[in-house]
T-cell receptor
Framework: AQSVAQPEDQVNVAEGNPLTVKCTYS??????LFWYVQYPNRGLQFLLK??????LVKGSYGFEAEFNKSQTSFHLKKPSALVSDSALYFC????????????FGKGTRLHILP | IAGITQAPTSQILAAGRRMTLRCTQD?????MYWYRQDLGLGLRLIHY???????GKGEVPDGYSVSRANTDDFPLTLASAVPSQTSVYFC?????????FGPGTRLTVL
């Protein structure tokens, strides 16, 4: 069965520093991988996705993520954090060989400290 | 309408009552989903529909039912609400690999 893990419940980063939010996954076949962001009292917003091709994927708001097949990871990164990046971040995976269901991680709360 | 709308925004419900959460999208997406979001548990899939006329069970389907009579609407029904169904419910739709989420419904069952 497919699954996704976000090992950190919360990540604190000083403004201007680089940030990383970790995600690992497990699928039987090839993965489609996604990152979503949720601001308070809002629905989830799409940030970026990996389907195929270049392992480094660039997305919205200056975020990027690197697909690492050997480590089954898809960590979210940003070179310089902003206070406005503070939110709840979800990693998600879909098994290419299965149906359309996407499985979400439990989320990581990112706090950017001014 | 632009995107996905959900109604109501919030609701307080007595246990044992029947409740339908509404979801409508205007993007003509084939696939639609219902998730519940609970602290520490993330998003869990309740039911989904790959196309109008078909539905399927997700991770936590018990106590919930859905229907998909047309492409735009995907209502979620709690036949007899219980306190453990207190949660924030999100509807989503997708075409291809990206999911689009509604603003959510906050449901409290007392």
């Amino acid at each position: 069965a497919q699954s996704v893990a976000q090992p950190e419940d919360q990540v604190n980063v000083a403004e201007g520093n680089p940030l990383t939010v970790k995600c690992t996954y497990s699928v039987s076949g090839n993965p489609y991988l996604f990152w979503y962001v949720q601001y308070p009292n809002r629905g989830l917003q799409f940030l970026l996705k990996y389907i195929t091709g270049d392992n480094l994927v660039k997305g919205s708001y200056g975020f990027e993520a690197e697909f690492n097949k050997s480590q089954t990871s898809f960590h979210l990164k940003k070179p310089s954090a902003l206070v406005s990046d503070s939110a709840l971040y979800f990693c998600a995976v879909r098994d290419v060989n299965r149906d359309d269901k996407i499985i979400f991680g439990k989320g990581t709360r990112l706090h950017i400290l001014p | 309408i632009a995107g996905i709308t959900q109604a109501p925004t919030s609701q307080i419900l007595a246990a044992g009552r029947r409740m339908t959460l509404r979801c409508t999208q205007d993007m003509r997406h084939n696939a639609m989903y219902w998730y519940r979001q609970d602290l520490g548990l993330g998003l869990r899939l309740i039911h989904y529909s790959n196309t109008a006329g078909t539905t399927g069970k997700g991770e936590v389907p018990d106590g919930y039912s859905v229907s998909r009579a047309n492409t735009d609407d995907f209502p979620l029904t709690l036949a007899s609400a219980v306190p453990s169904q207190t949660s924030v419910y999100f509807c989503a739709s997708s075409r291809g690999n990206e999911q689009f989420f509604g603003p959510g419904t906050r449901l409290t069952v007392l």
